[in-house]
Every structure is written in structure tokens, then in C-alpha cells.
């Protein structure tokens, strides 16, 4: 049973590799061609994904973070290492199950939101502005003509609540 636990570790770790490679490849390719116009947007479209889910992640993960760094300080101990935010997400896909892959300096960044927005530390708005200015940075890296809109579900949350004030006022 072993061997099949390594199996697996092995093919995540290629997955890992080839996620990453593509994103490269399609950064800074030169071929403007109809096939790499695609392969962009299939990244883009991964990336998106992954700054989602590393968004919620990274909010679960800050929370439990300060939680435990109080804690610490209140009982005198060493404070908590702050969290790494992982480079890459397994997403769903039409095709199964893919690797995204964003690189490490914008997969921190999204972190960071994230756990400031979850200890309400900035306001949803900023966390949207925030992120949506890392998927433009991206978006410009792949050579797209548009970026790419991420935190769609935050954006949801936003105007329901923005709806609702309007209904209080009226």
C-alpha cells in the first residue's frame, strides 16, 4: 500500500512541475499564435481558480493563526510561524481534476488579503481591490487582453449586503 501512496506523491509532484511550467512557458512565450491564445486563457482560468481558493484558505488558515498567536502570547510562549501559502491548488476542471499554479510572491500576497480581510483588518472592498490587482498583474504576465475577475463570490456577498442597506434606507 505504500508504493501506491508514493505513486501518487510522485504524480502530484509532476503535476506540480507541469502546472508550473505551463504558466511559465505561457508567460514568456513569444508565439502569438491561436493555440498559445488558448493555452493563456486555460491558464488564466486555472490561475483565477487557484487565487480563489488560496483566498479561502488563506482566510481559514489567518484565523486559526490568530487565534493561536493570542493565545501563545497570553500564556508566554513562542508565537506561531505565520503561515506559508501553498503555489499550488488542485482544481476542478471540465477535464477531471488539474494543478493551477500562481507563482509564490502572489500566492503570499493573496494570503495576506485574506487573513486581513478574515481579522477584519480591511474592508471586503479593499479585499476584492486587493486581489483583483494581483489577477491584473497575471493577467498582464500572460499576455492577456483582459484580466481575468476573481473573488466572484465576494463580489456577490458585497452587492447582496450593498442591496440590503438600500432596502434598510428606503
Known amino acids: 500500500m505504500a508504493w501506491l501512496n508514493q505513486k501518487k506523491e510522485q504524480n502530484s509532484k509532476s503535476d506540480a512541475l507541469q502546472a508550473q511550467k ?9 508565439d502569438d ?6 493555452k493563456r486563457i486555460t491558464i488564466a482560468l ?26 501563545a502570547i497570553w500564556e508566554q510562549k ?13 482544481i476542478k476542471s ?17 494570503y495576506e488579503i485574506a487573513g486581513n480581510y478574515q481579522t477584519k483588518e480591511i474592508s471586503i472592498e479593499t ?11 497575471i493577467s498582464k504576465n500572460l499576455h492577456l487582453e483582459e484580466s481575468f475577475k476573481t473573488l466572484n463570490f465576494l463580489r456577490d456577498e458585497l452587492k447582496i449586503s450593498n442591496t440590503e442597506v438600500k432596502k434598510n434606507h428606503t
Open 127 to 137: 479585499a476584492i481591490r486587493k486581489t483583483q490587482f494581483i489577477a491584473d498583474e
Open 22 to 30: 505551463d504558466f511559465e512557458d505561457a508567460c514568456f512565450s513569444k
Open 94 to 110: 471540465i477535464n477531471g481534476e488539474v494543478t493551477g499554479y500562481i507563482p509564490k510572491k502572489f500566492a503570499s500576497q493573496i
Open 46 to 71: 486555472r490561475c483565477r481558480a487557484v487565487i480563489d481558493k488560496t483566498f479561502v484558505e488563506g482566510a481559514e488558515v489567518y484565523k486559526k493563526y490568530s487565534v493561536d498567536k493570542l493565545e
Open 33 to 38: 499564435s491561436r493555440k498559445m491564445k488558448a
Open 78 to 90: 513562542p508565537v506561531p510561524s505565520i503561515p506559508k501559502a501553498p503555489t499550488f491548488q488542485k
